[in-house]
């Protein structure tokens, strides 16, 4: 055994190594005041930071799972190595020498078996990319040349070249010390009949690092006709290498990933080197699997989860494109940020976009133009006739489903709105309340989908729509929310203000009726000022105000909620009458103006089949409705 590390080399490493620069790694960081920092807990998912780091004192703390300790308790935990294997990786990170207490310098045999077969990996990198300048190497040179990369791009992405022979790389690691058991279990050998062989043989390599920048395994193009493998080779599943938790050019683009707090998510090695070399830095990819839930953590922590974010996916326009488009909607909800698709004119991907039309059409092809879920319900709808009432039904009953799986109360209605108008049905509420419907029989039923026989669906009115689905008591309800939505953030910044400034906002807030909140627990909490006795009483009684709010709620979570918004800062810079008067504003005429689109839908269905008063009527509404919605544009919070 290798004797134990020095303790004033450890305190020397301690000391070296700034948490916060290790920490920035791996998730974004910013301040919290007093010069603490906060980010996205890498350790527990969560929507909100409470993990935090003290650079003054060298220490990190979760205020949800506590998780806790320094700089070396955090590569611990966050890489899985051991203590010695944490002291080594950053001591040689900062150039300190580790003496060992009984056994001087610590042999490279004895090491923790991570450092060894990343030690493997970085040798590995290192000799694939010296074979790249080989005369053998000309056919993979003239591959990356055919797709506009030169010598200094492959210089860039550390690319090489394996050679054709049997065990070129195997006979290198050995002369560097590495065991044939290091060797196999490391993913760059594998078992042959007389011993280890290379893996990866006469084939382009691509070195995958982790978000350290630490090589943890090869993607291996084929370039030759005789070699009967697959087109792409990737490392097997290793103790460092899970192709499921790594990003191909995270490393790279990690940095602005989080200044820009926008990720572009390609399909393959060749189409981040384009978006690069492009200007467009923020590109990763998956490393020969599906876009899943530990990929999305890994951009969570980059991005923050700041309502601005964007994720923005290029798919192929062909089938398999179109099929990993839905597979990536079905993870959306796992954003804060807002996701958005983008396909290149003639379905060309980015490396061959760049080739036929230049760097500015990368740059150009990644803006943000079609929202993914958008996308993914046009794809499901795009089988039927919407023409008729029976296309349009029938559409609607398959992409219902789709819809209804979205968790988030807010965004599920936001989406159904935007699948009403994809299926020209102008009766929006009716749309609304049938994803609605279909979420609520999957929750009765355990996610099974609709109820079968013998259990009775939902009465409609005389007019064909559903009864409403509010909940029973009065009180409207729902899950808690993501700030996707410009009206949520209003909604709250308006409810902040009833429980924190309630003089700038009465009297005119006590007349918003609780259904002018779209998002349901903001409703909820609407309700509760209001059983308290409204922002009025608020203005006379000061902090008794807001326990009469809290005596108010219906349970701990509308409780916490109401707590948040009571002490959660203001977005606006101006907290004044103005500021106010705009936050009302905007919550009135977004309720005008849905119920604008419920009476038009009205008028449409009652067009030539209603007497000539009821349609008077109905007009008559719209106008008002029309008029009033000018009235607060022209205005402001005097038409109010």
Not at 274 to 285: P, S, Y
Not at 447 to 468: H, K, L
Request: proline share 4%; glycine share 10%; with cysteine.
């Amino acid at each position: 055994m290798a004797g134990r590390i020095n303790d004033d080399d450890v305190k020397a490493v301690r000391d070296a190594v700034p948490i916060d620069a290790v920490v920035s790694e791996y998730l974004q960081l910013r301040s919290a005041g007093g010069g603490n920092l906060k980010g996205l807990c890498p350790f527990h998912d969560e929507k909100s930071p409470s993990f935090q780091v003290s650079p003054s004192k060298g220490l990190f703390h979760c205020f949800g799972c506590q998780e806790g300790g320094d700089t070396i308790a955090f590569v611990m935990k966050i890489d899985h190595l051991s203590f010695s294997e944490t002291v080594e990786r950053l001591a040689a990170q900062s150039g300190i020498t580790l003496r060992y207490e009984e056994g001087g310098y610590n042999p490279a045999g004895q090491r923790g078996e991570r450092t060894r077969l990343v030690e493997a990996h970085k040798l590995a990198a290192q000799f694939y990319a010296e074979q790249l300048s080989g005369a053998e190497a000309e056919i993979g040179r003239k591959f990356l040349a055919e797709r506009g990369f030169d010598q200094q791009a492959a210089e860039h992405f550390g690319i090489g070249y394996s050679p054709a022979g049997w065990d070129h790389l195997t006979g290198f690691l050995r002369g560097k010390g590495f065991s044939d058991r290091e060797l196999i279990v490391s993913g760059l050998s594998q078992d042959g009949r007389r011993g280890p062989i290379d893996r990866f043989r006469g084939r382009l390599m691509w070195p995958i690092r982790d978000i350290s920048g630490e090589v943890v395994g090869f993607g291996a193009r084929k370039l030759r006709e005789d070699d009967n493998g697959p087109k792409y080779l990737n490392t097997p599943e290793t103790p460092i290498y899970k192709k499921s938790q790594v990003l191909y050019g995270v490393d790279l683009a990690k940095k602005d990933i989080a200044k820009s707090s926008r990720a572009v998510v390609v399909e393959g090695y060749t189409d981040v080197m384009a978006c690069h070399l492009a200007g467009v830095t923020t590109a990763i990819a998956t490393c020969g699997t599906a876009f899943g839930g530990d990929h999305i953590k890994i951009l969570r922590r980059l991005l923050m989860d700041n309502g601005s974010a964007r994720v923005i996916f290029t798919f192929d326009g062909d089938a398999a494109g179109q099929k990993a488009a839905l597979r990536a909607f079905e993870d959306d909800q796992k954003f804060a940020a807002e996701t958005y698709i983008a396909i290149a004119p003639d379905n060309m991907d980015p490396c061959d976009l760049r080739l036929a039309k230049g760097d500015d059409a990368v740059q150009d092809l990644v803006q943000p133009r079609t929202p993914l879920f958008e996308f993914a319900i046009r794809q499901i709808v795009s089988h039927y006739d919407l023409e008729t009432p029976a296309g349009r039904a029938a559409a609607l009953d398959e992409a219902a489903p789709i819809v209804a799986r979205i968790k988030n109360g807010a965004s599920q209605h936001e989406v159904a709105v935007q699948l009403a108008g994809i299926l020209g049905i102008l009766d929006t509420q009716f749309v609304v309340k049938r994803v609605s419907q279909v979420a609520r029989w999957a929750r009765d039923r355990g996610g099974r989908g609709p109820a079968g026989q013998g259990q009775a669906a939902p009465a409609r009115d005389a007019s064909g729509a559903y009864e409403s689905l509010a909940p029973q008591g009065g009180r409207p309800a729902g899950p808690a929310l993501h700030l996707r939505s410009p009206a949520h953030r209003t909604e709250r910044e308006l409810l902040k203000l009833a429980l924190q400034r309630p003089e700038l906002v009465s009297p005119a807030f006590d007349a918003y009726g609780a259904d002018e909140f779209t998002a349901p627990p903001y409703a909820t909490v609407r309700q509760c000022i209001e059983d308290a006795g409204g922002a009025e009483q608020g203005v006379s009684d000061g902090r008794g105000y807001l326990t009469l709010v809290l005596e108010s709620v219906p349970n701990d979570t509308v409780r916490n909620l109401v707590t948040e918004l009571a002490v959660e800062v203001f977005r606006g810079k101006a907290i004044d009458e103005v500021y106010a008067g705009q936050q009302l504003v905007q919550v009135r005429l977004r309720a005008v103006e849905r119920r604008i689109l419920d009476v038009t839908g009205t008028l449409t269905r009652l067009s030539g089949q209603a007497d000539a008063e009821q349609f008077a009527a109905v007009q008559n509404e719209l106008w008002v409705l029309q008029q009033y919605s000018q009235s607060l544009r022209n205005h402001g919070a005097a038409a109010l």
